[in-house]
């Protein structure tokens, strides 16, 4: 059983700054892919920032050099560090990852979700 723990987000004003976690616990071989996603009421759902294994971040365009993607591999942990945030980033995010079993098998996972509201 994999599980995704999300932690942070909240009230933040225009501007401001706000910093996501996701840890990733369970039972793998290794992690291949670990990100962000948002939906924001009414639209689909985008990714907002993603690492696979060691590569360089990708980034939505919308948060390029507003939003910083870390990842931390020896606590199964990644970050989301979001400046100058705007009213259009306001949405449910989501941790994602990737994680392969013994065997070659993968399955994607979710985290809960957690809210980011960006008003003054």
């Known amino acids: 059983q994999v599980q995704l723990v999300e932690s942070g987000g909240g009230l933040v004003q225009p501007g401001g700054s706000a910093r996501l976690s996701c840890t990733i616990s369970g039972t793998f071989s290794s992690i291949t892919t670990m990100g962000w996603y948002r939906q924001a009421p009414g639209k689909q759902s985008e990714m907002v920032a993603t690492i696979v294994r060691s590569s360089s971040p990708i980034y939505a365009e919308s948060v390029k050099g507003r939003f910083t993607i870390s990842r931390d591999n020896a606590k199964n942990m990644i970050s989301l560090q979001m400046s100058s945030l705007r009213s259009e980033d306001t949405a449910v995010y989501y941790c994602?990852?990737?994680?392969?079993?013994?065997?070659?098998?993968?399955?994607?996972?979710w985290g809960q979700g957690t809210q980011v509201t960006v008003s003054s």
């Open positions: 994602n990852t990737t994680v392969q079993f013994a065997g070659s098998n993968s399955n994607i996972y």
